[in-house]
């Protein structure tokens, strides 16, 4: 079992930056695949970042250069830099974990095991 705790959401200005960080709890945080989702108002929960267990790192297209997933095993975290933030990146911004699973996929929802309650990011323009 592996809960997961966000934090660091918040009301920013287009062009500015926010950091979130996930804790995990829990002994085998390291043999996760750690992931940031989204759900913006009226979408569908989508895929941002994740982090594999071997250190691949996969990013969806809109965020490409701007933000950037980042993982601690010692510290049980899981961070994402948001810079150039835009109105478009407002969201729900969600931490998750899985145990890869073969036919499964990282960029997909339903392959994940664990998720955080969210966070709140908004972008004002």
């Known amino acids: 079992q592996v809960q997961l705790v966000e934090s660091g959401g918040g009301l920013v200005q287009a062009g500015g930056s926010l950091r979130l960080s996930c804790a995990a709890s829990g002994r085998t945080f390291s043999s996760y695949t750690m992931g940031w989702f989204r759900r913006a108002p009226g979408k569908e929960r989508e895929f941002v970042a994740a982090f594999t267990k071997i250190s691949n790192i996969f990013y969806t297209d809109s965020v490409k250069g701007r933000f950037t997933i980042s993982r601690d095993n010692a510290k049980n975290t899981v961070d994402l830099q948001m810079n150039s933030l835009k109105p478009e990146d407002t969201a729900v911004y969600y931490c998750?974990?899985?145990?890869?699973?073969?036919?499964?996929?990282?960029?997909?929802?339903?392959?994940?095991?664990?998720w955080g309650q969210g966070t709140q990011v908004t972008v004002s323009s």
């Open positions: 998750a974990a899985r145990t890869p699973k073969a036919g499964t996929y990282y960029y997909d929802n339903r392959a994940y095991d664990y």
